[in-house]
């Protein structure tokens, strides 16, 4: 019975079945689409989605204003300085406006992420043309697999938090709470989406280059059969096996692939041509429908990793704030934040550079065409698809200001050290105008800066 289940759950034929994680989350309002799988088989907005999404957003704000009036905060609870009040009220501005950015453009730009399933469903049409069959299965299961690793990562992270609270004896109250989870989970939902989205154009980069590989195996295949034949040299022989032996790329994962490639490898490459150029358009459509929703969550990922750095370290060097709780419990929480807000930035460069990587292959795939082959219609066809190639390149960005792929790992770091030393400078210096502060531990104080 559990199988026969499985089986059912984990069937998918088309783009529509292979989608159904996706459409899960359009109870919350995050994706206002629903699939019609009528013979006709069309994504259509949901109005049930879109009036979900404002009544998700109005209790957001609701439950944001109650606890901003009521002058509750998560860091509030621990201690407060200056410096920890500017964090909290930065935080405050910047997951409002993430909120607002994310909800905005899955209400108001929901047609984008209609218009990229619609253009995925076109490029499956044309890959069946040439006989290839998407794996639609993997997709699904790909799709499960991240959802539910997205749901337990949230489940997990939300439940541990309220119960380092509440081992530390504070009781947040619910607004405050749900202020805090919210922004997690719809963050979470994004990035899902995103990652659902660019998992959708990595396939079929793949699939593209598939065929391509193919209709180069085929050349490959001739020229090793000409290099057989007694007519050429052994000199010759050398040459061209030590032409062919750099001509092998690294082994891909194959699909099937009927003779259709190989008898007629001109129609072939201008159907490429064609995926090509709408793969692009996909791209181009994910990076308009994400990337204002992206900047925000990267920069409230950003300042969230660099304030709990800060706090921990407030702590490590102040620990008479620690007096009222349990240390232990601050550092779990706020280390436990900046690895969940460290893994949500992982994910999204990942997702950005295999898409990246993937379409990156097929430049050079078919220049290795371009070197065997004399059939000059087909060298045409190969030129004019190298000349596309070389102005539509995949590139995803956060509002243009910087490109989502593993280079932001590294920009990130940089940033967040340079200003965690500013705001420990500052601390330094607050901490010398306080009161309690003598002339003696100023002078102190100033000799240590000056050595």
Request: net charge neutral; proline share 3%.
């Amino acid at each position: 019975m559990a199988f026969k289940l499985w089986e059912r759950i984990s069937q998918a034929d088309n783009v529509f079945q292979a989608l159904r994680p996706l459409t899960y989350i359009s109870l919350l309002g995050l994706a206002p689409f629903r699939l019609n799988l009528n013979p006709r088989k069309e994504v259509q907005t949901s109005t049930y989605s879109f009036i979900a999404g404002i009544v998700h957003y109005l209790f957001f704000v609701m439950c944001f204003g109650i606890s901003l009036v009521e002058g509750d905060s998560i860091i509030g609870y621990f201690f407060q300085t200056n410096i920890t009040r500017l964090g909290d009220g930065t935080l405050r501005l910047t997951g409002i406006l993430a909120m607002s950015t994310i909800f905005g453009f899955a209400m108001f730009k929901r047609q984008r992420l209609v218009s990229i399933i619609q253009n995925n469903i076109v490029v499956d049409e044309i890959f069946v043309r040439l006989g290839m069959k998407l794996d639609y299965r993997r997709i699904l299961l790909s799709s499960f697999l991240i959802s539910l690793g997205m749901l337990l990562f949230n489940v997990i992270y939300l439940c541990v938090s309220y119960g380092l609270l509440v081992s530390a004896t504070i009781s947040p109250s619910f607004e405050t709470f749900t202020t805090f989870a919210l922004p997690h989970i719809n963050i979470s939902l994004m990035v899902f989406k995103f990652l659902c989205t660019t998992d959708l154009a990595r396939s079929r980069f793949s699939m593209l280059n598939e065929i391509l590989q193919d209709i180069l195996d085929a050349h490959i295949e001739q020229y090793s059969v000409l290099e057989l034949s007694p007519m050429h040299s052994v000199v010759n022989q050398r040459r061209y096996s030590h032409r062919l032996r750099n001509l092998i790329s690294t082994p891909m994962k194959r699909y099937s692939v009927t003779s259709i490639i190989r008898l007629n490898p001109e129609y072939a490459i201008k159907q490429v041509s064609n995926i090509h150029n709408l793969l692009c358009d996909i791209c181009q459509t994910i990076e308009e429908y994400f990337t204002y929703p992206l900047l925000g969550i990267i920069a409230i990922s950003f300042l969230f990793i660099l304030f709990d750095d800060f706090y921990i370290l407030e702590a490590v060097l102040n620990p008479k704030r620690l007096d009222v709780f349990e240390a232990d419990e601050f550092f779990a929480f706020f280390l436990i934040q900046m690895i969940w807000y460290i893994v949500i930035i992982v994910l999204i460069v990942e997702a950005s550079s295999r898409t990246i990587l993937h379409s990156s292959y097929t430049a050079a795939t078919v220049h290795k065409i371009l070197n065997i082959t004399d059939d000059p219609e087909l060298r045409d066809r190969l030129f004019r698809l190298s000349l596309q190639l070389s102005h539509r390149k995949v590139l995803f960005t956060a509002a243009g200001l910087f490109r989502l792929d593993r280079t932001l790992i590294f920009t990130i770091t940089g940033a967040a050290t340079c200003y965690l030393i500013i705001l420990i400078q500052f601390r330094s210096t607050h901490h010398m105008e306080e009161p309690g502060f003598n002339i003696t531990q100023k002078l102190i104080c100033h000799q240590l800066s000056d050595n």
